[in-house]
């Protein structure tokens, strides 16, 4: 399975941004995912994830209320939408994949990752 993230970019806070995830060479249908994230200096963190069906959606504290994850079988996508941006979301952004059930966020395949910038 490879992933593809598109999406980041230099946004003001308060701003929005939606980051994309696209699936290739494996049954998107099957594959529980994720968006993690890691700012200059600290471990990676856990954004949010969703099963392989798109239900039971999860989000981190400290996104939780401005990020939606959202997962596409039709399209192979896996979307997470980020409103009301602050700048300490400011990060790489990477999605993640594996295949039902992922336990523990041990995912087994990541995308190359998109920087997102919040800053005025």
């Known amino acids: 399975v490879q992933l593809q993230a598109s999406g980041g970019g230099l946004v003001q806070p308060g701003g929005s941004l939606r980051l994309a995830c696209v699936a290739s060479g494996g049954t998107f249908g099957h594959l529980d995912m994720g968006w993690f994230r890691q700012a200059p200096g600290k471990e990676r963190e856990v954004v949010a994830t969703v099963l392989w069906s798109g239900s039971n959606k999860e989000y981190s504290d400290s996104v939780k209320g401005r990020f939606t994850i959202h997962k596409d079988n039709r399209k192979n996508t896996m979307y997470l939408q980020m409103n009301t941006l602050k700048p300490e979301d400011t990060a790489v952004y990477y999605c993640?994949?594996?295949?039902?059930?992922?336990?523990?966020?041990?995912?087994?395949?990541w995308g190359q990752g998109t920087q997102v910038t919040v800053s005025s």
């Open positions: 993640a994949a594996g295949p039902w059930p992922v336990r523990s966020a041990a995912y087994d395949y």
